[in-house]
């Protein structure tokens, strides 16, 4: 029996790893797979191109990504067109888009399927291979793959390659609010990244419910499905806005993200490059798409609307599992039927006891208690003692996944000795309290994340590990490891998943999840004789993962600490200083800082992460010319008084953000596009941030009360300060990369126009 269980704990360790593996493809060089098939090296080839340098909007490699794409895909025998205007979305930052377009003509004549993904790369510094050179390489291939069929597809397929994406979803609102062909469009597939592996996750946008976009899903049978209602509702419930959003919000349009969010230190960073882009994440990419185009292209799009939503997730083997909301209740009821009719036959055999029972709650909540806060110190613990991190905005270490090792291992130590020194109690009586938090937590999600109410499917497995559990005195071990392999399968990802996508802050939802993982696990591990020596085994794994991430810490040329340099002058005050985001700056911009540096006062820019400087020192003044306001328009009508304003560079630029005093605006208009009543009505001091192509002017056109003064704040940047003749700041060294999400290696100005 000891070796039973010693080889039934060897498999349940493999169920976990085979958790994890099974969500993804294998990569393996196939340049020479049939024509009429997705080829990944084929795809990486495109990567490359498009990868060459950042290409941001105003940047040069931004046009001569815009020509690849097209020359690719008149390769194909596709007419293209260009959709170019000015947007500025619901996020206030204004751009030229320049959108590239393609259409597949079908056969029939109903709603039109649409491919989507962008090619801008986010400012400054991303190379955007993964984000999203991988998704337009994505699309590439699999549409060349689809025309080699040489089969005529039902349906119209849209190929919309976006811009702007990464300023404020500007491409898309650009083609949903003023291209003819967005009234055809029946279906979007958009492909995204969040970081630079891992793999990708499908994620619903929908206005109403699911249901019948998730039928429609599982016929099209993509081999190796990664979605789940938890994460749609948990998605629909943050500020993660992609292209598809527009689609949904303004277009009405019903679509499918895939997004991979592995590696999330790479995200927007001069590290998103072609060697980083992990190869078994876009093969998965194309493993989606390749079905999905070949079903839908067929599809009737014309009625993929649903009042119902459902529940689904999905398992190895099975793929995607799907059930209505109708059946959350009578699930979770039939559930506490079943664990009070086994409390009652529990009761009855004498394999349970109430005093037994009472005392099987203090494990269960020692270990929810202890855990929970190990997890959510995590972040506080980890950049107490290395402060470097701080400076890592997206909040996940190079090291990231050693952390999540070593609290995972911290976790299960807690669990095992907790358990162990409870280890006169019964078994049986021991699961009473893990069942009950388990429904407890069913009952809350039924009720406030109904998508998460698949939780419910691991307990009906412990369930009836709990009835072997009463009528057996050792129930078999390999049948315990069957039971539980449910919780395994879908759980373990999620220990993973939680800190990966949401930063190291979140480790508290994988050292929960894998204490509550433990208690569904726990009918097989109560059997263990060893809880004590597996606590310190796993004690000891916690100090080797520790030493482990500790070794890894350091930043270098293959972990390079993210750093941040500007000059800014301020005309308003005569005043020139350097500035830095980082909160432990390094010698390359702290020789500019140190002999006064100090704390900023005022304003900070507008940045993903609401990041503000963190210190200032006093500068040598430099000729830096500020931007020409003309002042085109100043009149009263009515009780209001408008402006019009033109405000031209003097030198190369980037961006202009306006900001203003706090007066109401009746009306505003930025290169004649108007800013909505709601977004003026609820935008804080900042108006507008302009990224500039091509050294364009910025026209504003202001209504406001003629009784109230305005003050318009101009802060002019341009990307050129470790280029710019005037300045002798050096080449940031191997070990460092800019700050991403932030205004970073820039020229500043700051000038403030009063109107009395």
Not at 258 to 282: C, E, G, P, S, V
Not at 288 to 301: H, V
Request: charged share 20%; glycine share 6%; aromatic share 14%.
């Amino acid at each position: 029996m000891k070796f039973s269980r010693t080889l039934a704990l060897i498999l349940l360790f493999i169920a976990v790893y085979w958790s994890f593996t099974s969500l993804m493809p294998s990569y393996h060089a196939d340049l020479q797979n049939p024509a009429q098939e997705f080829s990944t090296d084929r795809a990486l080839e495109h990567v490359k191109n498009i990868s060459i340098e950042p290409h941001a909007v105003g940047f040069p490699g931004h046009e001569r990504v815009r020509s690849y794409i097209l020359a690719e895909l008149n390769k194909m025998g596709l007419k293209t067109q260009i959709q170019d205007g000015y947007t500025a979305g619901d996020w206030g930052n204004l751009s030229k888009a320049s959108n590239i377009l393609a259409r597949i003509e079908g056969s029939g004549d109903g709603k039109a399927l649409l491919l989507l993904s962008h090619y801008d790369s986010g400012p400054h510094s991303s190379y955007g291979a993964s984000d999203a050179g991988s998704g337009v390489a994505t699309i590439l291939e699999s549409v060349r793959a689809f025309l080699a069929q040489n089969k005529q597809p039902k349906n119209d397929i849209i190929i919309l390659i976006s811009d702007a994406e990464e300023l404020g979803l500007n491409g898309a609102d650009l083609f949903v609010n003023q291209h003819p062909w967005a009234k055809d469009v029946g279906l979007a597939l958009n492909f995204e990244a969040r970081g630079s592996g891992g793999p990708s996750y499908m994620l619903i946008e929908t206005n109403r419910g699911n249901g019948k976009l998730i039928q429609e899903f599982a016929k099209a049978n993509p081999k190796y499905p990664v979605a789940n209602s938890l994460a749609y509702s948990i998605y629909k419930m943050l500020p993660n806005d992609t292209d598809l959003t527009v689609f949904r919000e303004d277009g009405d349009i019903e679509g499918f993200n895939f997004a991979f969010i592995d590696d999330h230190f790479d995200y927007h960073t001069a590290l998103d490059t072609y060697d980083r882009l992990d190869r078994k994440t876009l093969a998965h990419q194309g493993s989606y798409l390749m079905p999905l185009l070949a079903y839908f292209s067929d599809a009737d799009l014309n009625n993929l609307k649903s009042l119902n939503d459902e529940v689904y997730f999905n398992l190895p083997i099975f793929k995607l599992v799907s059930y209505p909301f109708e059946w959350i209740w009578p699930m979770f009821f039939l559930a506490v039927i079943a664990f009070i009719a086994l409390l009652v036959v529990g009761f009855k055999k004498q394999q349970l006891h109430a005093k037994d029972i009472l005392k099987g709650f203090l494990p269960a909540l020692i270990t929810l208690a202890i855990n929970g806060a190990l997890g959510y110190f995590c972040w506080t613990i980890i950049t107490w003692w290395y402060p470097g991190f701080k400076d890592m905005l997206h909040g996940f270490t190079y090291n990231g996944h050693t952390y999540i090792a070593v609290y995972v291992s911290l976790t299960l130590a807690v669990c095992f000795y907790v358990y162990h020194k409870f280890k006169k109690i019964s078994t049986a009586n021991l699961l009473v309290a893990p069942l009950f938090v388990w429904l407890v937590i069913c009952a809350l999600v039924g009720l406030y994340l109904k998508g998460a109410a698949f939780f419910i499917i691991p307990v009906f497995g412990m369930l009836a590990a709990f009835l072997v559990t009463i009528h057996q005195d050792e129930p078999n071990p390999f049948l315990m490891v069957f039971l539980a392999l449910p919780a395994v399968l879908i759980f373990a990802p999620f220990i993973k998943m939680f800190p990966v996508g949401l930063g190291l802050k979140m480790m508290m939802g994988a050292t929960l999840m894998t204490t509550l993982l433990f208690f569904l696990v726990l009918p097989f591990f109560g059997q263990l004789k060893s809880k004590g020596r597996l606590a310190y085994l796993f004690l000891l794994l916690f100090f080797g993962f520790g030493i482990s991430s500790h070794i890894q810490s350091d930043f270098n040329e293959k972990r390079p600490k993210p750093s941040s340099l500007l000059y800014i002058y301020n005309a308003d005050t005569d005043s020139t200083v350097w500035a830095t985001y980082d909160k432990k700056t390094i010698g390359w911009n702290d020789q500019f800082l140190k002999d006064n540096k100090r704390s900023p006062d005022g304003q900070s820019l507008f940045s993903k992460y609401r990041t503000k400087l963190n210190f200032i020192a006093d500068a040598p003044k430099k000729d830096i010319a500020l931007p020409w306001v003309d002042t085109v328009k100043d009149t009263i009508i009515g009780e209001n008084r408008l402006i019009e304003l033109c405000i031209t560079p003097k030198r190369k630029v980037n961006r202009l953000d306006v900001y203003t005093n706090p007066i109401p605006l009746n009306a505003a208009t930025v290169n004649r596009i108007p800013l909505s009543p709601y977004y003026l009505e609820h935008r804080s001091a900042r108006l507008i941030t302009h990224y500039i192509s091509n050294n364009h002017f910025t026209e504003l056109e202001l209504s406001f009360p003629k009784d109230s003064v305005l003050e318009l704040s101009l802060y002019e940047a341009s990307n050129d300060l470790l280029t710019n003749q005037e300045f002798s700041v050096p080449k940031r060294p191997d070990t460092s990369i800019p700050m991403p999400f932030v205004l970073n290696d820039a020229i500043l100005t700051i000038k403030t126009i009063r109107f009395e």
